[in-house]
T-cell receptor, first 116, second 117 residues
Framework: EADIYQTPRYLVIGTGKKITLECSQTMGHDKMYWYQQDPGMELHLIHY???????EKGDLSSESTVSRIRTEHFPLTLESARPSHTSQYLC???????????????FGSGTRLTVV | DQQVKQNSPSLSVQEGRISILNCDYTNSMFDYFLWYKKYPAEGPTFLIS?????DKNEDGRFTVFLNKSAKHLSLHIVPSQPGDSAVYFCAASARLNYGGSQGNLIFGKGTKLSVKP
């Protein structure tokens, strides 16, 4: 059973529309991330948050914005969608690394966004 | 410039044989390395990791080898099974020694593994 949830799974929307991609986790993780991935390409970090009221831009420039008002919720918003925003958006969360223990991000199932 | 490189976009292996997926990195600050597995229309799932103080980590059929001098790591799957067919992503971070934003994961482009029955 998934501990991190993304909705919607698929979204087709017209140019100029405002959209919000939802991401929620039930693990109490402080750190959350948004990655963007195009087919055959690496996952690019576009936003991250280390806790409530903390948000930072990632390595890949993005016109989207994020908010972190609650620990469990990290939504991503596009004010005016364009065809160039067509991609898969993956949300992830993580706990602090502990030496000697395996560590990894937990990813949601992703949102496949198509802007027409 | 890519910091994590997976130069083979695809790999095809017969069931029961060994699959070897390779990954190279350029940032000498990286001290933690991970492999993720991704099925279509799903998010990546964590598979196995290794810290820079080790050169090998095993978990069942999966073994990761790290060669720090060559800045190279590899994932071995033995024996390969049809259910292993997926895209495998290599990821790296400088989390152990540096923390902060250096701890964010940097991903390669992935290698699509096909295991034929």
């Amino acid at each position: 059973e998934a501990d991190i949830y993304q909705t919607p799974r698929y979204l087709v929307i017209g140019t100029g529309k405002k959209i919000t991609l939802e991401c929620s986790q039930t693990m109490g993780h402080d750190k959350m991330y948004w990655y963007q991935q195009d087919p055959g390409m690496e996952l690019h970090l576009i936003h991250y948050s280390y806790g409530v009221n903390s948000t930072e831009k990632g390595d890949l420039s993005s016109e989207s914005t994020v908010s972190r008002i609650r620990t469990e919720h990290f939504p991503l918003t596009l004010e005016s969608a364009r065809p160039s925003h067509t991609s898969q958006y993956l949300c992830a969360s993580s706990d602090e690394i502990r030496v000697g223990m395996d560590y990894g991000y937990t990813f949601g199932s992703g949102t496949r966004l198509t802007v027409v | 410039d890519q910091q994590v490189k997976q130069n083979s976009p695809s790999l095809s292996v017969q069931e029961g044989r060994i699959s070897i997926l390779n990954c190279d990195y350029t940032n000498s600050m990286f001290d933690y390395f991970l492999w993720y597995k991704k099925y279509p229309a799903e998010g990546p799932t964590f598979l196995i990791s290794i810290s820079s103080i080790k050169d090998k980590n095993e978990d069942g059929r999966f073994t990761v080898f790290l060669n720090k001098s060559a800045k190279h790591l590899s994932l071995h799957i033995v024996p390969s099974q049809p259910g292993d067919s997926a895209v495998y992503f290599c990821a790296a971070s400088a989390r152990l020694n540096y923390g902060g934003s250096q701890g964010n994961l940097i991903f390669g482009k992935g290698t699509k593994l096909s295991v034929k029955p």
